[in-house]
Nanobody, 126 residues
């Protein structure tokens, strides 16, 4: 059974840091690109970051570039998102996603990610 499980969410003050993680199982992790989306209340899911199968290339939304870093460990079937200098607008449920081959063409398109985790809440307060 293909599964993605997020962990590490929580509450943090503006300017603080959090790291969320994703544990993958049920498939060959190193064969796929991975990514993160987020969804705030009343809003659509929004692309955050993507990392290629070997970690050689990453992509970020403009709103998180320079503050967030996505990494992966293929030996442990895990992916991480290090979030620094958090802002109130970063508050959302963060989803770990598996990228289909087409996700490299348009990283922002949520339909190009075929497996989603259950999400983990990140709340940033002032």
């Amino acid at each position: 059974q293909v599964q993605l499980v997020e962990s590490g969410g929580g509450s943090v003050q503006v300017g603080g840091s959090l790291r969320v993680s994703c544990a993958a199982s049920g498939y060959t992790f190193s064969n796929y690109a991975m990514g993160w989306f987020r969804q705030a209340p009343g809003k659509e899911r929004y692309f955050v970051a993507r990392i290629t199968w070997n970690g050689g290339s990453t992509a970020y939304s403009d709103s998180v570039k320079g503050r967030f870093t996505v990494t992966r460990d293929n030996g442990k079937n895990t992916m991480h998102l290090q979030m620094n200098n958090l802002k109130r607008e970063d508050t959302a449920v963060y989803y770990c996603v598996r990228g289909s081959p087409g996700s490299g063409i348009n990283v922002n398109d949520a339909t190009l990610y075929d497996v989603w985790g259950q999400g983990t809440q990140v709340s940033v307060y002032s």
